[in-house]
């Protein structure tokens, strides 16, 4: 359904402890080329431009709010730019930081914390 191919194609982007940068992942059960699903997001938004998104940057549990809320924008920022680079106005596209708010997973192990640490792609309107 369209609706599953865009959970697909907009799916959680995660990230390495501590970082932001877009990376290919493979580590604690999540093994992700996160450039490759920013390009498919881009391919996507370039074919239908009255879609908007929010990106919610997200972190694990450790660390002070104040350090996860400027972690949780820098991931979102990172991805928007990403985007940005590849043709998609900046204008389609808003942030936010959850900071460690909004958990995936409410486990206390890496796991867990490795779930937690992504860019979640809310899309606004089609």
């Known amino acids: 359904s369209e609706e599953e191919r865009l959970k697909e194609i907009f799916q959680r ?7 932001y940068n877009l990376t290919h992942i493979d580590k604690w059960g999540i093994n992700q080329d996160v450039p ?3 390009d498919g997001i881009a391919d996507y ?3 239908h431009p009255n879609i908007k998104i929010k990106i ?3 972190c ?3 660390g002070t709010e104040a350090y996860n809320l400027a972690l949780g924008q820098k991931r979102a ?3 928007k730019n990403y985007l940005v680079m590849h043709g998609i106005s900046p204008d389609r596209i808003e942030t936010l930081s959850n900071g460690k708010l909004k958990p995936v997973d409410p486990a206390h192990n890496e796991y867990a ?3 937690n640490r992504n860019d979640q792609f809310v899309i606004l309107n089609k």
């Open 60 to 62: 694990d549990e450790r």
């Open 36 to 38: 490759k699903v920013l």
């Open 13 to 19: 982007i995660h990230f390495n402890f501590d970082k």
């Open 56 to 58: 919610e940057g997200n």
């Open 113 to 115: 914390w490795a779930k």
């Open 77 to 79: 920022d990172a991805a």
């Open 45 to 47: 938004m370039a074919k």
